[in-house]
């Protein structure tokens, strides 16, 4: 059995019981030689705390104190804006189709191609459509002539009924004074009643003849808009999507002669959130960010959808642009400020946003007498300088750096910050 190592084993147990047991003592013995020391060489005792190390009361207090980074801020006017994700769409955008089936005669004009409202994009055959037409017409002039025929057969009746009637009463006056008889009398009737039934005749026929002419005439109009329907024409001033139809191709109703769009001015699109929809008015200025090369655009509000979208609760708005240029396409991704009354907010980093024990956001703040407290804050907009909110008073002095570290009601030791914004 070795002595040494448990000799050296008890040696060290002994020194380090003594360094962690018996420290107090230990430093308590060298101050007391320390004193004694400065006692001796100065010939004066002096127990004051700069001689003894130890600080005064009020410098213990400023040091349990948590010190803090507080920024004075105070309030600015900001021009709020509802800021949403939208799209460029064209103001119109029409497919003109084929109303008949005919070839096309025209050669086509190609895409890109700017069109004034009215010029020819599709000419078709005509066919046999201007036979119809002059057919139509000779009908038409049949008819008209038949009318002074019946016309005549309308008087002509007229008047042998006048001179029926007048038989009749002389009959009936004379069979009153017992100077005609029964049977002359039965006979006036009968031709009263004859000529009667002629008038009415006449009528009919002049009627008819009547009703020949609309007839012919709603024919020759069909066929006027047959005809009519062979020219196809752009229905506003534009640009061409696509090419109109090629030369000799045949177009059956419906068939797609080309598609106009028109881009000045042009609209942009998004939707609102019912939450923000109410801070948007009609003919609010807008400004947009297109995501193609940065470009901003500005226009005016000048639609706001009264019915949300079923699945996502948000509203449309549509916001005109010019573009007389036709710089902006349709279908550009843009971000969107619609402009709404301002507010007063304060720019903070967003360092300094926190949570209290409840998961409220907010901000922490002290007072004059340099006591924490706790304020909710609305963000308003996110900037690269920091953020803007909403909720505190005109002029707060916002803790930035060390609020995770104290909590509402704990006096702080403060160091301002200066003012950036």
Request: hydrophobic residues 45%; glycine residues 8%; aromatic residues 2%.
């Amino acid at each position: 059995m070795r002595i040494f190592p448990i000799l050296a084993a008890i040696v060290v147990s002994v020194l380090m019981y003594m360094a962690i047991f018996e420290r107090d003592k230990l430093l308590g013995r060298t101050g007391d030689v320390a004193v004694s020391t400065a006692t001796a060489t100065d010939g004066v005792t002096d127990n004051s705390p700069a001689l003894t190390g130890t600080p005064a009361p009020s410098q213990i207090a400023q040091q349990e104190l948590v010190k803090v980074v507080v920024l004075r801020s105070t309030a600015r006017q900001l021009d709020s804006a509802v800021i949403v994700r939208g799209q460029t769409a064209a103001a119109r955008t029409v497919d003109v189709a084929s109303e008949t089936s005919a070839v096309v005669t025209s050669p086509p004009l190609r895409k890109g191609a700017n069109v004034v409202a009215g010029e020819t994009l599709c000419a078709l055959d005509l066919g046999t459509r201007g036979a119809a037409k002059s057919e139509a017409e000779a009908r038409l002039a049949e008819a008209k002539s038949r009318v002074p025929e019946a016309e005549s057969r309308v008087a002509e009746a007229q008047a042998r009924l006048d001179e029926t009637l007048i038989k009749l009463n002389a009959a009936e006056k004379l069979g009153q004074g017992g100077f005609s008889s029964t049977t002359q009398l039965a006979t006036a009737q009968a031709a009263v009643a004859s000529a009667r039934a002629s008038l009415s005749s006449a009528e009919a026929g002049l009627n008819a003849a009547k009703a020949g002419i609309e007839a012919a005439d709603a024919a020759v109009a069909g066929a006027e808009a047959e005809i009519n329907r062979l020219t196809l024409t752009a229905p506003f001033d534009g640009l061409l999507e696509s090419d109109t139809a090629e030369l000799g191709s045949l177009l059956q109703k419906g068939s797609l002669c080309a598609r106009v769009i028109q881009l000045d001015p042009i609209k942009l699109v998004g939707f609102v959130p019912e939450t923000e929809v109410d801070r948007v008015t009609l003919g609010a200025p807008a400004q947009a960010r297109l995501a193609a090369g940065n470009r901003e655009i500005i226009g005016q509000v000048s639609f706001i959808s009264r019915a949300s979208d079923p699945s996502t609760r948000t509203f449309r708005i549509e916001i005109d642009v010019p573009n007389a240029d036709l710089s902006i396409r349709d279908g550009q991704t843009a971000e969107i400020a619609i402009s709404s009354a301002g507010v007063d907010a304060h720019l903070l980093p967003q360092s300094a946003l926190t949570l209290n024990d409840d998961g409220t956001l907010g901000v922490r703040v002290i007072d004059d007498a340099d006591v924490v407290g706790f304020v909710p804050i609305e963000l308003i907009r996110d900037t690269p300088q920091g953020i803007w909110v909403m909720g505190l008073p005109h002029v707060s002095n916002v803790i930035v750096l060390g609020q995770e570290y104290v909590t509402a009601g704990v006096t702080v030791a403060p160091t301002y910050r200066e003012v950036t914004q």
